[in-house]
């Protein structure tokens, strides 16, 4: 525990203009990786990546990164709210989001096999020796938003809708 809690204490040390950086060297000189806790602010840079997000509330990922044989693999959950505007009647609709998120990092790009799974987007770069855990979270909220929304009302009139249809 006490471990543990040193790594977090200094993951959170590691802020630069509110983003939150892993340093490859600090990850690299503990053999069981660093464990972060972290909550982000991620409202301003979303909106201006996609204005349809309306707010964004307790952004939160706890996990670990950890070095091994070359790969850097960030590992955590990730949890948050994010409100956007119903698909059929614009109101505001809330969504509660957690699931896990793993993505492997490597500096130094060797083989053939390794370009190969950079270009599949299976390994992602390093660059300037950090790995940016609010790039990270921002991409996969990003890539997690619902094409359709609806409210909780709207989804039950949904259900209605069809069965009314079924019956003419």
Not at 49 to 66: F, S, Y
Not at 69 to 87: E, F, K, R
Not at 93 to 98: A, D, G, L, P
Not at 106 to 135: F, Q, W, Y
């Amino acid at each position: 525990m006490k471990g543990q809690l040193h790594d977090i204490l200094v993951v959170s040390r590691r802020f630069e203009d509110k983003r939150m950086n892993l340093y490859t060297q600090e990850i690299r000189k503990n053999p069981e990786g660093l464990a972060f806790d972290q909550e982000l602010d991620l409202l301003k840079e979303l909106q201006k990546r996609n204005p349809e997000i309306l707010d964004l509330k307790n952004v939160t990922a706890t996990g670990r990164v950890a070095y091994d044989t070359g790969l850097y693999v960030l590992d955590y959950q990730l949890t948050y709210t994010i409100v956007l505007a119903s698909s059929r009647s614009m109101e505001p609709v809330e969504i509660k989001e957690s699931y896990p998120v793993t993505e492997v990092f490597t500096e130094d790009v060797e083989s053939d096999a390794d370009i190969e799974a950079l270009e599949e987007d299976l390994i992602l770069p390093i660059e300037g020796g950090k790995i940016d855990l609010s790039e990270s979270v921002a991409d996969n909220i990003l890539l997690t938003i619902p094409l359709k929304v609806l409210t909780p009302e709207e989804e039950a009139g949904q259900g209605l809708s069809r069965a009314m249809i079924g019956k003419s």
